[in-house]
């Protein structure tokens, strides 16, 4: 990096941070830049990895010329900016879309539960498959929504299930944050080495 | 290498149409008889004949205290989802809320604001949350400019959302449906500010922080149980239950096919059912 890149991102650094103490100029300043710098960013690599490529692609070059079609429904989502009258016509753009995306992850989705479901069936002889059978059979049960709740032994297996999730929820809360020490560490050594130029 | 590939058979269909993979004919059947229960119970509910009731979701409740106090303190009401895509099922339980806030906040003349990440969801959220002003008969109270796209990049969108709430200071915080690393970031931005926050996640990675930084958390399942409890929507309702039906089927299945397991390894019949 330059040295005014380097200044860049120690400034920028330095302005997020300043949240920590409370909404200021200087974070607004850094949260009103880098917001349009990535609703350009996201526009310019649509406009290049996506929009151009297909065009080149798929219209022009295998001459697919209903692509057109997928374009024109993309500007009907800001009919929602005409006059009354004519704002209704966004709905056909979000209809297809919704549709479109429901049916795909419909066909993704549940091969991968299957996967998760066979590998859920264990040998019982083993004791950490044992344990992982209790853990597993009573933190499901937690996540019974119509049957079982007026039982006591279900709901006691239930209850057992949520203390079994919170154990985990809290492994894995504390191995995150060990995560983002490690991310504010680099961040920090990025400031002391780079741009204060110390020696550690 | 390369003439052993070719040496190699293709492998054919199962059933002459299935991918030669594990898990595809079990998976069909399990769609097929999701989708059969689905439209049985959606037809039940609609009809107002007798479905299994979903079991009372801890921290619903928990909507309506939280938008009690923001009206009370005549502060906003601000909600919020990382929102990955339109058909994402996350993204429709976070309609099914975001319909039932607005609605509420609408009543109470309690000024509603909501920000997300993707630009197609937020044109769904401004329809939605007209319509809601719309059904509680204060159409002209809805501000379009409070439905809010701030940014398609994450840690960009998690910045505005945090810039936002220090600035607006709302009394309640919703934070609703898929999150990922900047779950806490935004949780914390609604501590700071002293606002009641109610999370409803399905990321299991992202759990913990809301569970650790929230008043109210629900997780998981919960999160489209909620919906369907909130929306009272016959069919959220039927497609719920139907779901927790195959579910409560699904343990059955896997707690036999344990003990088979155990007492047959060499052949588990309900193993290789699955494996299908």
């Known amino acids: 990096m330059s040295r005014t890149q380097v200044w860049v991102a120690a400034l920028a650094t330095l302005a997020c941070y300043s949240y920590l103490y409370k909404e200021n100029f200087f974070f607004r300043l850094a949260e009103h830049t880098m917001i349009p710098l990535a609703v350009a960013h996201v526009l310019t690599t649509g406009w290049h990895n996506t929009f151009l490529p297909y065009i ?31 704002a209704w016509i966004t709905r056909y753009p979000i209809s297809v879309s919704v549709g479109w995306s429901l049916g795909y992850y419909f066909s993704l989705f549940p091969r991968q539960y299957g996967v998760q479901i066979a590998d859920a069936v264990r040998d019982l002889g083993v004791f950490e498959n044992i344990l992982f059978f209790l853990m597993f059979a009573t933190s499901m049960m937690y996540f019974f929504l119509t049957v079982g709740g007026n039982s006591k032994p279900f709901r006691t297996a239930a209850q057992w299930g949520r203390w079994i999730l919170m154990v985990g929820f809290g492994a894995s809360f504390g191995n995150t944050v060990s995560g983002r020490i490690s991310l504010f560490l680099g961040r920090l050594s990025f400031l002391l080495t780079e741009w204060l130029g110390v020696a550690l | 290498m390369s003439e052993f590939l070719l040496a190699a058979e293709a492998v054919p269909p199962k059933l002459g149409i299935f991918r030669p993979v594990n898990n595809t004919v079990f998976s069909v059947l399990i769609s097929i008889v999701m989708i059969i229960l689905v439209y049985v119970m959606i037809n039940r509910a609609k009809k107002g004949e007798k479905i299994p009731e979903i079991r009372k979701i801890p921290g619903i409740e928990a909507f309506e205290e939280a938008i009690g106090r923001a ?39 309690t000024r509603f604001i909501a920000t997300d990440a993707n630009y197609l969801v937020n044109v769904v959220n401004q329809e939605i949350v007209k319509q809601a002003y719309l059904e509680a008969g204060k ?13 398609g990049s994450q840690f960009a969108w998690a910045m505005g959302v945090a810039g936002l709430v220090a600035r607006e200071k709302p009394a309640a915080q919703f934070l609703v449906g898929y999150f990922y690393a900047e ?7 609604g501590n700071l500010v002293g606002a009641i926050q109610v999370a409803a996640a399905s990321s299991p990675a992202q759990i913990p922080f ?28 039927g497609t719920v239950v139907a779901q927790d039906i195959v579910r409560v089927s699904l343990y059955v299945i ?16 309900i193993r290789n059912f699955i494996n299908f």
């Open chain 2, 71 to 109: 009206t009370e303190m005549g502060k906003p009401v601000h909600m919020t989802d990382y929102s990955t895509a339109l058909g994402d099922d996350s993204t429709f339980a976070y309609w099914s809320f975001l319909a039932y806030i607005a609605k509420q906040c609408a009543q109470y003349d």
């Open chain 2, 139 to 151: 159409p002209d109270a809805y501000n379009p400019d409070d439905i809010r796209f701030i940014a």
């Open chain 1, 56 to 86: 080149e692609t798929h219209v022009k070059g295998k001459g697919w010329w209903w692509f057109w079609i997928f374009f024109v429904m993309g500007v009907l989502y800001y009919a929602r900016f005409l006059p009354a009258r004519w």
């Open chain 2, 254 to 269: 896997i707690l036999l096919g344990g003990i088979v397991q155990w007492l047959s390894p060499q052949n588990n019949f």
């Open chain 2, 210 to 237: 809301f569970v650790a930084a929230c008043d109210y958390t629900m997780i998981g399942e919960e999160l489209y149980a909620g919906a369907a409890y909130v929306s009272r929507d016959p069919v959220i309702m």
């Open chain 2, 183 to 189: 779950s806490l970031i935004l949780a914390e931005a």
